[in-house]
């Protein structure tokens, strides 16, 4: 059993990093491992305020070195993969030089517009790169960093959600509801929602909140729109709960390092109507079928007649080559390379 040390920005939050370093502690725990969590905000093993994105003072060597000197491999998740903090970033970097570290990278910077200028991430030879596309994988590479792809991992059994008693405590009766599972922020499109919305004449509910100060921007969006808006959670309910209620689910980013709600509408069954953001290639390649977001008709014509030879086929898909089941079988070798056993 080795000690394994995850650190990130933030931790046990609803983000898609921290959902994804939560799947990567578990699979480390049923590999055997012990793992003590690190963040900036959020719930881990040990908070550092300082190592959050807006923190204003940088960590302390001394600090950051303490809660990581008896590891046997230090996990870091997306911390030097964006300049979210530079300062923590580099004291990282420093507390690292003499151990093994595995680089988990969900966004890299010359992938936003901002930091197309900035560095990429060091590498040394005690270091081994991971990142959740096949695109940043090569880009990397590009740059001299040896990485490999271990794409995102879900649940291909999730809860059944209460779709009856959730619509009903959203005021919904017949009306068709198109969920957006993600944070309304600009790369999110979420003006391509609002349209999607009013062209399929269905509520839109907007799980997530507004950041990056986008809340005006939404506001205004709500405002002028001629479409029901719903926002966030009730209190008692969860995200399975929102997809049982959801009718067809609207991913219009234009930008997604990932893009875990297109997985998740196939493990919950729900169709999918979404942008073509450059990774989606990638997952669609797989072999799955989803509804391109301005054909309107074809997503009209499937919530009249749905099909389930689509949804069966579309989870066999995940089952087959996403499942979180088969997540420690995956991140083994890795582990091995790096002499942790």
């Known amino acids: 059993m080795a000690h394994l040390v995850v650190v990130s920005f933030r931790l046990g939050g609803t983000d898609g990093v921290s959902i994804e370093a939560a799947k990567w502690i578990e699979a480390f725990h049923q590999l055997g491992h012990h793992v003590t969590t690190l963040a900036g905000e959020g719930k881990a093993d040990v ?8 923190a204003t003072t940088a960590p302390s060597l001394e600090g950051v ?18 300049p979210l903090n530079v300062a923590a970033r580099d004291v990282l970097y420093q507390a690292l030089d003499e151990h093994r570290a595995l680089f988990r990278h969900h966004d890299l ?79 999110k499109n979420v003006e391509g929602a609002f349209a999607f919305a009013e062209a399929l004449d269905a509520v839109l509910w907007l799980l997530g909140p507004a950041e990056d100060g986008y809340g005006p921007t939404l506001e205004a969006l709500a405002t002028k729109a001629n479409v029901r808006v719903l926002e966030s959670l009730p209190v008692g309910f969860d995200v399975h709960d929102a997809y049982a209620a959801s009718d067809v689910v609207v991913m219009p980013s234009t930008w997604e390092g990932f893009g875990n709600p297109v997985l998740e509408s196939v493990t919950h069954r729900r169709p999918l109507a979404v942008y073509p953001y450059p990774v989606l290639r990638e997952i669609e390649s797989f072999g799955f079928h989803f509804f391109d977001l301005m054909d309107i008709d074809a997503i009209k014509t499937f919530l009249k007649n749905p099909d389930d030879e689509l949804f069966e086929h579309n989870a066999a898909i995940a089952r087959a080559h996403f499942n979180v089941a088969g997540l420690p079988g995956r991140l083994t070798p890795l582990l091995e390379a790096l002499s942790v056993n």
Do not use: K, Y
């Open 47 to 54: 908070v550092m305020p300082e190592l959050a994105i807006r």
């Open 109 to 187: 910077p010359w992938q936003r517009e901002r930091w197309r200028s900035e560095e990429a991430p060091r590498d040394e030879a005690r270091w081994r790169h991971v990142t959740i596309n096949d695109l940043s994988r090569r880009e990397l590479e590009e740059r001299g960093v040896r990485a490999v792809t271990i794409r995102n991992s879900f649940d291909c059994d999730p809860p059944v959600g209460r779709r009856d008693t959730t619509r009903h405590v959203l005021g919904l009766n017949s009306e068709r509801l198109a969920l957006m599972p993600t944070r309304a922020i600009p790369r």
């Open 65 to 82: 070195s303490r809660i990581i000197n008896d590891a046997e491999l230090v996990v870091v998740e997306n911390f030097v993969s964006l």
